[in-house]
């Protein structure tokens, strides 16, 4: 290179450039970490390194297990890296449980324990890796680096295998990162390609968990998913993990929840790891600690929710591409599709040749060819004399005959020949010519013949292999709503600080590090802050308090007078969006403006205040009320409504207020299993607040709840709905103790207290429930042997029983064993149970008249 040419130097000595030299060579480093250690290609899924194992352990395969030891041994004669790296291989496909059978301990996914040593674990080929890996008649081979053995180019993979175990790998200025997909929907989606149908393909990971792939984008850069772990509540202070999310372990998981408990992010009084076969984490909580809104704060502080990135990168002809795995999974089904093309071509090659040779044969011996063998002492003469003789039946042959066919009729065993059967040799041509037709008919129906390649493997290998993680959109968890807040904050009113450290000034309440305060002054001026130490805001502070964003239902009361006309003004508004650190004027900017009386109302209570004036000249009304109820919430910026023209000496509170504010709305999403006031879902009902949500679940638990926004729903819920304390629940369930079937309605008599409706023997079994005032219900009764079959019974509750207790037995049903109760249409309720109904349904004040707000709430059908 011109580059690298000497340049004669005035002292004789010359310089020689070297840099193309290292260009090169780091692009020669850089396209070997790439096409040989990193990425796989799409041809079968494999890094080199994982091909020679699977292809050392197809040379080794004996039926038994090989030490792993022994099977990294023979690796390395194809291998040209160390042990290690081939050891760590060959733990990693094993662990993924598919294409290795493993004895011994080979390591643990779930709590990160790592494989034994090589020299204490075994391994063998899986029935499914020898069913769709290896193919030798169809393989194209290479020499290994030491020209001593042959190793494969590629592996005939006839599965979608690089989608099902996934992959990761760092090279010189690109990486790779593949999640693993469910086995049984990569077959299916498969199947549909061949069909020509549309398919989705989603991740499933083998430690489960639950997972939003809105983002998924297909795998392709700039995609993202959400794992989260399932956390369950066993009780008021104890919450369960059972699934964690991918790429973490339980020792990952507990640490990263003890450093967020010690940032003070979250507030956890012990953790419990039981994990053997299955996740078992047990977290207890302090006294007083709500578990909802810890489940959100260990989704939002610690590792029991990541975020993965694919990166779906591969190789195909020595070239690094980008695609989705949408595009992969059809690349890899058409490759298939090839693999068995080329086997059945194969197959029915050899199958002409065993037919060409067999027929040669028949009539080598019929026609008793062999006897004139001792008048040819050349081959060359031999030969031609068999031709001749075959010359006649030419029309017979299917192929030519050549002198190595001619060279094995020649070889035949004289004891083959005179036990020779004309009778099944025809049948076994006969034989050979079915099987050439069905090849053939394969061929013809490649496609057909291909998907029922995937239905036998799916028949074969999928039981067992079904989704583990669970797909569903996610809520977005707002920090600052969930941290818990153990930093005590003040106020110094006077002389204009807030923060952590005044704590000789007043308290203003708990918060964390990542709040905000809003912060109200004397002249009118509001901002809001991030909580620090000590913050600066303005002399003469009247309102201090932990900000909370997108607030609707706190209004802050303000009486004010504008200095620039001396006119008193009141007015009612609420804050929601606002830029940090910004000063906001509430009032007109004067000197002589002044706020005259503040309050904020968390539920925008309206009070009543007294207005005193000062004595002026000859006003003749110097005190009246004036109610915060009659003035409209408006914007922070309004001017708002005109309390007097004269100077205004004091301002008292005559009555507490109410709530001025509609009921707020609620609807439950059934998909992120949380409630919401953005009218997504079933809407429940416009609550108060001190109205209740009604919870009835599939083991017969029965409670009430206020709809906090932060609570958590499983999957077990039967009845959501707002509830009406005087409407009763009826119920038929199955005693297990007495095995019987028994009729049960009661009302709610403590609210506060989650009780079952049930008995707790371990085979009773809630069989119908409805919230309905008249239910009625249609028992199934099963067919016994030896008796005639007994018709349908109609039950209406409220006639078969009274309401009584919620631990009350209740009446029993029948005598007889019901197959199945069906709920059929209620009764209308009475008149003065509907008015009572619409009474408690009823919206809000006069300015609510749309009665399509009306819910009947959330009822799901019991399985019987």
Not at 343 to 366: C, G, M, N, P, V
Request: with cysteine.
């Amino acid at each position: 290179m011109e580059e690298n040419t000497p340049q004669e130097q005035p002292s004789g000595e010359s310089i020689i450039k070297v840099t193309g030299m290292y260009q090169n060579w780091f692009l020669d480093y850089a396209s070997y970490v790439i096409l040989e250690r990193a990425v796989p290609v799409i041809e079968d899924g494999f890094k080199p390194v994982q091909r020679r194992i699977m292809h050392s352990l197809k040379e080794l395969e004996d039926g038994r297990y090989n030490k792993v030891a022994n099977v990294v041994g023979h690796t390395m004669q194809y291998h040209p890296h160390g042990d290690a790296s081939i050891s760590d291989a060959i733990v990693q496909i094993g662990q993924k449980d598919l294409l290795i059978d493993m004895q011994g301990n080979w390591g643990n996914i779930l709590t990160g324990d790592r494989a034994a040593a090589s020299r204490y674990i075994e391994a063998r080929l899986s029935k499914f890796a020898l069913d769709v890996v290896f193919s030798p008649k169809v393989t194209q081979w290479q020499m290994s680096y030491d020209g001593r053995k042959k190793e494969p180019v590629h592996l005939p993979v006839k599965f979608p295998l690089l989608l099902a175990q996934g992959t990761e790998g760092i090279a010189v200025g690109l990486s790779t990162k593949i999640l693993p997909h469910n086995f049984v929907e990569l077959l299916d989606a498969s199947i549909a390609h061949l069909k020509g149908k549309p398919f989705e393909l989603y991740p499933d990971f083998p430690t489960a968990g639950v997972m939003d792939a809105s983002n998924y984008n297909d795998g392709q850069r700039g995609g993202r998913i959400r794992v989260r772990a399932k956390i369950s509540q066993v009780d008021k202070s104890t919450l369960r993990i059972t699934e964690i999310p991918f790429s973490t372990t339980t020792d990952s998981l507990i640490e990263s929840i003890l450093k967020a408990n010690e940032k003070g992010k979250i507030k956890i009084k012990k953790v419990e790891d039981n994990t053997a076969e299955n996740v078992d984490i047990i977290i207890h909580l302090p006294s007083g600690i709500s578990p909802d809104k810890t489940i959100d704060a260990l989704y939002a502080f610690t590792a029991c929710e990541t975020s993965i990135a694919p990166l779906a990168c591969i190789i195909e002809n020595n070239t690094p591409l980008f695609l989705t795995v949408s595009e992969i999974l059809r690349r890899s089904t058409d490759n298939t599709v090839q693999l068995l093309k080329s086997e059945l071509e194969y197959d029915l090659a050899e199958l002409e040749e065993k037919q060409h040779f067999s027929t040669l044969e028949k009539i080598f011996i019929r026609e008793e060819m062999y006897i004139d063998f001792k008048l040819y002492s050349e081959r060359e003469t031999l030969y031609q004399y068999l031709r001749d003789r075959f010359e006649p039946f030419k029309e017979q042959l299917i192929k030519e005959i050549t002198d190595e066919h001619l060279q094995r009729l020649t070889q035949i065993p004289m004891i083959r020949i005179t036990k020779f059967d004309t009778f099944k040799a025809d049948e076994n041509l006969l034989k050979i010519e079915a099987d050439i037709e069905e090849i053939k008919n394969h061929l013809a129906n490649l496609i057909d013949y291909a998907i029922n390649h995937f239905k036998r493997l799916k028949e074969t290998y999928g039981k067992g292999k079904e989704r583990k993680t669970e797909i569903r959109p996610f809520d977005n968890i707002e920090a600052t709503k969930v941290v818990v807040r153990n930093i005590k904050l003040y106020v110094n009113k006077g002389e204009g600080f807030v923060g952590t450290s005044l704590k000789k000034d007043e308290y203003i309440g708990d918060c964390s590090d990542i709040d905000d305060v809003i912060v109200f002054t004397e002249s009118g001026m509001m901002k809001v802050v991030k909580v620090s130490e000590k913050t600066y805001i303005e002399k003469n502070i009247i309102h201090a308090a932990v900000f909370k964003k997108d607030d609707k239902r706190t209004i802050y009361n303000v009486i004010y007078k504008d200095g620039h006309t001396g006119f008193s003004y009141i007015k009612r508004f609420n804050v929601t969006g606002i830029i940090r650190d910004k000063e906001y004027e509430l009032i007109p900017k004067h000197k002589d403006s002044k706020i005259l009386y503040f309050t904020p109302n968390p539920n925008g209570e309206a009070e009543v205040v007294t207005i005193n004036l000062r004595q002026v000249g000859s006003i003749r009304k110097l005190k009246w009320d004036v109610d915060f109820a009659d003035t409209i919430i408006k914007g922070r910026g309004v001017k708002g409504n005109l309390v007097s023209k004269f100077a205004i000496k004091r301002i008292e509170l005559k009555e507490k207020g109410v709530s001025t504010l509609k009921p707020r709305k609620i609807w439950f999403d059934d998909i992120v299993k949380r409630l919401n006031t953005d009218e997504r879902g079933n809407l429940l009902g416009a609550f108060k607040g001190d109205d209740r949500l009604l919870l009835i679940t599939k083991d017969g638990s029965v409670k009430t709840v206020i709809p906090d926004l932060n609570l958590h729903f499983e999957n077990n819920i039967l009845i959501m709905e707002k509830w009406i304390p005087q409407k009763p629940i009826s119920v038929i369930y199955y005693d297990g103790e007495k095995e019987r079937y028994y009729v049960k309605r009661f009302v709610i008599e403590n609210e506060n207290k989650e009780e079952l409706v049930i008995t707790e023997h371990p085979k009773s079994q809630l069989l119908f429930v409805s919230s309905d005032w008249r239910p009625m219900a249609e028992v199934v009764f099963a067919k016994e042997k030896g008796k005639s079959e007994k018709e349908n019974l109609i039950v209406n509750l409220e006639e078969f029983i009274s309401i009584k207790g919620i631990k009350a037995l209740g009446n029993q049903l029948s005598t007889e064993k019901v197959k199945e109760i069906i709920t059929i249409e209620s009764l209308p309720p009475h008149q003065e149970n509907e008015m009572e109904e619409n009474l408690e349904e009823e919206l809000g004040d006069d300015e609510i008249t749309d009665s399509s707000d009306e819910s009947d709430g959330l009822q799901t059908e019991l399985e019987f």
